[in-house]
């Protein structure tokens, strides 16, 4: 009985291992043509982030709106005020002027918060006149 046990133990063992062994370093699982709404919500923010980053780019609010639909939110102006304040408040700062113009784009008020994020226009200097 005793060998019959440690015979049973052994081969379940050897066969765990092998079956490991053939599903990570084998076979291991590759997805291809996957949708961004299966991205880790991690994943989602950062591609919302290089969406931000090319609408500061373009300034389309349009096809900013249409990249952003592929993530599958319900409410993209939700999304978009909370992923904002969610950085603002985290101090992402390279996230915020992006994020801070794309949501001044869609509408979306942050109040006074949004005010240290715009990015505003710096005046050109006028060629001085020569008498």
Do not use: C
């Not at 765990?16 to 997805?31: D, K, M, T």
């Not at 096809?63 to 950085?87: H, I, K, P, S």
């Amino acid at each position: 009985m005793k060998q019959f046990l440690g015979s049973l133990l052994v081969g379940v063992l050897v066969g765990l291992a092998v079956g490991l062994f053939i599903g990570w370093e084998q076979y291991p699982v590759e997805y291809t043509n996957s949708s961004l709404e299966a991205l880790d919500p991690y994943y989602k923010q950062q591609y919302t982030i290089m969406v931000a980053e090319g609408y500061q780019v373009d300034h389309d609010i349009n096809t900013a709106l249409n990249r952003l639909q592929v993530l599958g939110e319900d409410n993209l102006f939700e999304y978009v005020r909370d992923l904002t304040q969610q950085f603002i408040s985290q101090s992402n700062v390279p996230a915020i002027p992006p994020m801070v113009a794309l949501a001044e784009a869609l509408g979306i008020d942050l109040g006074p918060v949004m005010d240290i994020y715009r990015v505003t226009p710096v005046p050109s200097p006028t060629p001085a006149v020569s008498q």
